[in-house]
């Protein structure tokens, strides 16, 4: 798993206004916690944890807060805003050696499908896997090799092998799937056959023609 050092500082506020605020000044509201010790709310850059929380892989986080030792971590969970998208706030959670953890891994496709280049389209239903393993041996990705797969084939969760991890996703789930292309039917409008029109049937005489018959 790949590594990174992340700097943050400490807070004392933590009320609606002053994380308005702090948000608008371009850090994001934060929260370190670790198994039998105190939470720590923090701020951090804005700027440095975009890539991070965008990114497809897992990092391994040294977070150095203050000036106290480096302590390592990883993302234990974020918001973001359903319009903007901007970061609204992180959970660090510290790491203990041989302490067991639990975090989503992202799912990476690799290969060409075969069922692709006979026309087929590559749907990818899940996109991270939610695991359990020790810290050391967290992946930085799931690959999922996608090369053999024709029309009509899949890959489950039960289907992959990940050493030294647990994964507790639903094994049942479709991860990816080659599906045929959508045929588009064109409606073709076809004119209806229409009878010669008739000529009107006389119902009645008027009154000037009676008295012209006459």
Same mark, same amino acid.
């Given at each position: 798993?790949?590594?990174?050092?992340?700097?943050?500082?400490?807070?004392?506020?933590?009320?609606?206004?002053?994380?308005?605020?702090?948000?608008?000044?371009?850090?994001?509201?934060?929260?370190?916690?670790?198994?039998?010790?105190?939470?720590?709310?923090?701020?951090?850059?804005?700027?440095?944890?975009?890539?991070?929380?965008?990114?497809?892989?897992?990092?391994?986080?040294?977070?150095?807060?203050?000036?106290?030792?480096?302590?390592?971590?990883?993302?234990?969970?974020?918001?973001?805003?359903?319009?903007?998208?901007?970061?609204?706030?992180?959970?660090?959670?510290?790491?203990?050696?041989?302490? &067991? %953890?639990?975090? /989503?891994?992202?799912?990476?496709? #690799? +290969?060409?499908? *075969?069922? =692709? $280049? @006979?026309?087929? !389209?590559?749907?990818?239903?899940?996109?991270?896997?939610?695991?359990?393993?020790?810290?050391?041996?967290?992946?930085? &990705? %799931?690959?999922? /090799?996608?090369?053999?797969?024709? #029309? +009509?084939?899949? *890959?489950? =969760? $039960? @289907?992959?092998? !990940?050493?030294?991890?647990?994964?507790?996703?639903?094994?049942?789930?479709?991860?990816?799937?080659?599906?045929?292309?959508? %045929?588009?039917?064109?409606?073709?409008?076809?004119?209806?056959?229409?009878?010669?029109?008739?000529?009107?049937?006389? !119902?009645?005489?008027?009154?000037?023609?009676?008295?012209?018959?006459?």
């Amino acid at each position: 798993m790949a590594e990174l050092a992340l700097n943050v500082k400490k807070r004392e506020l933590n009320t609606k206004g002053y994380l308005t605020q702090l948000r608008r000044d371009g850090f994001i509201p934060a929260v370190f916690y670790k198994h039998g010790e105190e939470n720590q709310i923090l701020s951090v850059s804005e700027q440095k944890l975009k890539p991070i929380i965008f990114s497809s892989e897992t990092f391994l986080i040294n977070l150095k807060i203050d000036n106290a030792e480096p302590q390592n971590c990883i993302i234990k969970e974020f918001q973001l805003d359903p319009v903007t998208s901007q970061i609204l706030h992180v959970d660090f959670y510290g790491l203990k050696a041989g302490e &067991k %953890v639990t975090i /989503d891994v992202a799912v990476h496709l #690799i +290969g060409s499908a *075969i069922g =692709v $280049k @006979d026309g087929g !389209i590559i749907q990818h239903s899940l996109h991270k896997l939610h695991v359990e393993c020790l810290p050391s041996q967290i992946p930085d &990705k %799931v690959d999922v /090799d996608i090369t053999q797969l024709k #029309i +009509g084939d899949s *890959i489950h =969760v $039960k @289907d992959l092998s !990940i050493p030294n991890v647990r994964i507790l996703s639903n094994m049942d789930a479709t991860i990816v799937a080659i599906v045929p292309p959508t %045929v588009h039917k064109e409606t073709l409008e076809v004119p209806l056959e229409t009878e010669e029109a008739a000529e009107p049937e006389v !119902i009645g005489k008027g009154k000037k023609a009676e008295e012209e018959e006459e």
